[in-house]
């Protein structure tokens, strides 16, 4: 029998052992005027549930504001789980009605996680810290560059920025998807050879006589069958990857697991395989990386 909102309301503050699972979300936000100054509330929604907006935590050197978001009064996990996907498609999109800045943060490969309301969190503490890079060190590395290194490249130089800020993002896969795209502006696909263009040439031909076929999905076509004539990102950096580290014997390799992971992220969300540790495949992606830098500003060793 369907309960109206206020008997589930009862149940979830009276008899939480009844609704014992919740769902949470962290963000981040420039200001807390873009969310209209919500801060630390509890809304009673339509169904009974209880929406409470609150600070979060927030390291000494982040900008904006940081805020949890909790959803409680599910009897299961799994209706809590698909709640969480509701709520975080609401909240960006009223972020996007908006026009306002708002960064979903991540614990795993969802942003929204199940937390149990009758589970105590038992004690915690946390700690900053920060390393200090030596002055000297700084101020003769950009005076010895200034003077030193070659002319810069277009390319090179979007490269390094997509590099230089990805460690800023939020999460690790956020993290590892700015890297991997940061390999991109220095591939320079070659054409794959003679017996590829003719293949393509043929097939072009083949398709410029079929009629039946709109015109607008002709042009489509043609255009995607002329980038067959080139090598893929993925093959170029491949081939640059031995050509730029030949003394790096495992650079192929990881460039090419890279573009695999990067893949599965941007189509599915999380790697095929969820026992990777991205924190690792960030850290052999971010040095096979500043080697290839290094090439390009030391040409001659």
Known sequence: MQKSPQEERNIIISKPNKRPYGIKVQFHIQTLGSIGNLDNVCISM????????????????????????????????????????????????????????????YQSYEPAYVFERNRSLGLSCSG???????????????????YSLPEPQPGLLLSMEIFAGAKLESSERAIY?????????????????????????????????????????????TSRLKELQYESIGQSLKRLSKEWLPEYEHAEKIIKEAYAIRSQLVHSGQPNDLDIDL????????????????????PNG
Do not use: C
């Open 46 to 105: 339509e169904s009974g549930l209880l929406l409470t907006l609150f600070p979060g935590k927030k390291s000494p050197w982040e900008a904006g504001e940081r805020m949890e978001l909790k959803l409680e009064g599910f009897p299961t996990a799994v209706a809590a789980e698909a709640a969480g996907k509701r709520i975080v498609q609401s909240l960006l999109w009223m972020a996007i009605k908006q026009k306002i800045a708002l960064q979903l943060q």
């Open 128 to 146: 900053y810290g920060e390393s200090i890079t030596n002055q000297k060190y700084v101020i003769d590395t950009l005076h010895e560059s200034y």
């Open 177 to 221: 998807l700015a890297m991997v795209s940061a390999l991109e502006p220095l591939a320079n696909p070659k054409k794959q050879g003679k017996e590829v263009d003719d293949f393509v040439t043929q097939t072009l031909e083949y398709l410029k006589n079929r009629i039946e076929i709109s015109s607008s999905v002709r042009n489509s076509l």
């Open 279 to 298: 924190a690792e495949k960030i850290r052999e992606i971010e040095e096979v990386i500043i080697a290839i830098y290094g090439k390009f500003m030391y």
